[in-house]
């Protein structure tokens, strides 16, 4: 049965979930695992692909959404163990019309580490 303390508590608990879940869309991190991806593929030995979405707060061409995908890119090699000594952006494109896209991505970066 549940009694009026353990009522009390799992409101507390409720709440302090969903005031997790409410600041979790502010963060950097929220946005760079929803606009971006790095893919090892496997065809091409010792290059990684940087998949990027442009939106409204991360256009195209601006200098500070570049900045933010390069902190993107950062992180993502980071959390991989990659690139250590640093890397160089071999070409970046749009996905091509018969790529392999399924995230829906606008702009590939090719890049090998240093």
Same mark, same amino acid.
């Given at each position: 049965m549940i009694t009026l303390r353990s009522r009390a508590t799992l409101a507390s608990l409720l709440a302090l979930l969903l005031g997790a879940? #409410?600041?979790m869309d502010d963060t950097s991190d929220f946005?760079?695992? +929803?606009?971006?991806?790095?893919?090892?593929?496997f065809s091409q030995a010792g290059v990684?692909?940087?998949d990027v979405t442009y939106?409204? #707060?991360y256009p195209e061409d601006d200098p500070a959404a570049e900045q933010? +995908?390069?902190q993107w890119l950062a992180a993502w090699l980071r959390s991989r163990g990659a690139?250590?000594?640093g890397f160089e952006i071999i070409e970046r494109r749009p996905f091509e019309y018969l790529e392999d896209n399924p995230r829906r991505h606008d702009?590939?970066?090719e890049l090998?580490?240093?």
């Open positions: 879940c #409410a600041t946005d760079r695992h +929803r606009y971006s991806q790095l893919v090892q593929p990684l692909f940087f939106t409204a #707060a933010a +995908r390069m690139c250590s000594a702009q590939r970066y090998r580490c240093r």
